[in-house]
Nanobody
Framework: QVRLVESGGGLVQPGGSLRLSCVASRSIFSINAMGWYRQAPGKERELVARMTADGRTNYADSVKGRFTISRDNAKSAVYLQMNSLTPEDTAVYYC?????????WGQGTQVTVSS
């Protein structure tokens, strides 16, 4: 079993930035893919950003140009840098890491964008 611990969420004003972290309990050197998802109240969980093992990325249209997904193998960590935040970005954010056929979710971290 792999444990993912997320951090970095919080309350931020519109236009502000946050960086979410997801630290895995095992090496991420061999992961097949990593992703960040979010779920707002009353809505389904949606993909925000994803990166494959070969470095290809894709982003939801709503975050393109504002969010960046990255990884640090040495720290077994995956990050989501979020800039120019808007109230529509308010949600619980989850990381998901995939090794071969197995994938694991983090516990979620709340991001609230409000003035």
């Amino acid at each position: 079993q792999v444990r993912l611990v997320e951090s970095g969420g919080g309350l931020v004003q519109p236009g502000g930035s946050l960086r979410l972290s997801c630290v895995a309990s095992r090496s991420i050197f061999s992961i097949n893919a990593m992703g960040w998802y979010r779920q707002a109240p009353g809505k389904e969980r949606e993909l925000v950003a994803r990166m494959t093992a070969d470095g290809r990325t894709n982003y939801a249209d709503s975050v393109k140009g504002r969010f960046t997904i990255s990884r640090d193998n040495a720290k077994s960590a995956v990050y989501l840098q979020m800039n120019s935040l808007t109230p529509e970005d308010t949600a619980v954010y989850y990381c998901r890491l995939t090794w071969s056929l197995d994938y694991y979710w983090g516990q979620g971290t709340q991001v609230t964008v409000s003035s």
